[in-house]
């Protein structure tokens, strides 16, 4: 009986929304767009199949998803694509929340649903320049340490004669999107609340900004040292970084190493 009124809310949700799924398949498979954005969605799929359904279907997240759909519904034709996507990944954490237990379901998977969003172009277009013009005047200290007369024209820097840019890859946005997704996946495994997400979010949040801030200077130093051509350099030390925050992420979001969500059912 369980089953079936699980698979009843599921079909229920799948008419709801079903104007939402051409629109966000036809933008994942997008060949000019990047590819990731599965990642979170199969993450939570993965999470989802190794948890036990409840006995009873929980109400509360259920009113509250109904009400998620009556305002989907009152502004349809108003909103954008993207709104209504957000509406239905919303309205699905919530069902889902209903559906199996809340110590397991924790808001870091609702965060791994927008993530699955194909948010980056807009974000590209709205906050890369931002993100350039911050990074740039960040790592201006950094970079004066060259011993160089160096000035800052708008997020590029000016010395000897040469113009060093910082251009759109440089802006951070990838690296912040696959921090998140690192640190919303850390946290729904070892089912962190909802107030200590939000302190690692900033948290992180500040340390991707100042490994960017690293990655900036670093690439300065290059190109003053006439490697700027070696393109795997670029690369290498983005790597290198991100791999350094990922340890760091790691160590700050469990630093007691208590065992994740699956380990516990597993000794169970």
């Given at each position: 009986?369980?089953?079936?009124?699980?698979?009843?809310?599921?079909?229920?949700?799948?008419?709801?929304?079903?104007?939402?799924?051409?629109?966000?398949?036809?933008?994942?498979?997008?060949?000019?767009d990047?590819?990731?954005?599965?990642?979170?969605?199969?993450?939570?799929?993965?999470?989802?199949?190794?948890?036990?359904?409840?006995?009873?279907?929980?109400?509360?997240?259920?009113?509250?998803?109904?009400?998620?759909?009556?305002?989907?519904?009152?502004?349809?034709?108003?909103?954008p694509?993207?709104?209504?996507?957000?509406?239905?990944?919303?309205?699905?954490?919530?069902?889902?929340?209903?559906?199996?237990?809340?110590?397991?379901?924790?808001?870091?998977?609702?965060?791994?649903?927008?993530?699955s969003?194909?948010?980056?172009?807009?974000?590209?277009?709205?906050?890369g320049?931002?993100?350039?013009?911050?990074?740039?005047?960040?790592?201006?200290?950094?970079?004066?340490?060259?011993?160089?007369?160096?000035?800052?024209?708008?997020?590029?820097?000016?010395?000897?004669?040469?113009?060093?840019?910082?251009?759109?890859?440089?802006?951070?946005?990838?690296?912040?999107?696959?921090?998140?997704?690192?640190?919303?996946?850390?946290?729904?495994?070892?089912?962190?609340?909802?107030?200590?997400t939000?302190?690692?979010?900033?948290?992180?949040?500040?340390?991707?900004?100042?490994?960017?801030?690293?990655?900036?200077?670093?690439?300065?130093?290059?190109?003053?040292?006439?490697?700027?051509?070696?393109?795997?350099?670029?690369?290498?030390?983005?790597?290198?970084?991100?791999?350094?925050?990922?340890?760091?992420?790691?160590?700050?979001?469990?630093?007691?190493?208590?065992?994740?969500?699956?380990?516990?059912?597993?000794?169970?």
């Open positions: 009986m369980q089953h079936k009124s699980i698979v009843t809310v599921l079909l229920l949700y799948v008419v709801a929304f079903r104007p939402v799924f051409p629109w966000y398949i036809s933008r994942i498979t997008d060949p000019s990047m590819p990731y954005y599965l990642f979170p969605l199969l993450t939570v799929a993965m999470f989802i199949f190794f948890q036990k359904p409840v006995g009873i279907i929980e109400t509360q997240s259920l009113g509250i998803a109904a009400g998620f759909i009556v305002a989907y519904a009152a502004s349809y034709h108003f909103v694509a993207m709104i209504k996507a957000a509406f239905a990944f919303v309205v699905f954490y919530l069902v889902v929340r209903a559906c199996y237990s809340k110590e397991s379901i924790k808001i870091s998977m609702l965060f791994l649903l927008l993530l969003l194909p948010l980056i172009p807009s974000l590209q277009f709205y906050c320049y931002p993100m350039r013009l911050l990074v740039t005047h960040l790592a201006y200290p950094l970079v004066q340490l060259c011993g160089q007369n160096i000035v800052i024209e708008g997020t590029s820097y000016y010395y000897a004669g040469s113009l060093i840019e910082i251009d759109a890859p440089c802006s951070g946005i990838n690296m912040l999107w696959v921090g998140f997704y690192l640190l919303f996946t850390l946290t729904m495994l070892y089912r962190i609340a909802f107030m200590r939000m302190l690692l979010s900033f948290c992180v949040f500040l340390l991707l900004i100042f490994g960017n801030v690293i990655r900036i200077a670093n690439l300065f130093y290059i190109h003053f040292a006439g490697f700027q051509e070696k393109d795997w350099l670029h690369y290498g030390i983005g790597v290198v970084l991100f791999l350094f925050i990922s340890l760091v992420l790691i160590r700050i979001v469990n630093p007691d190493r208590r065992k994740s969500l699956c380990e516990t059912s597993e000794s169970t």
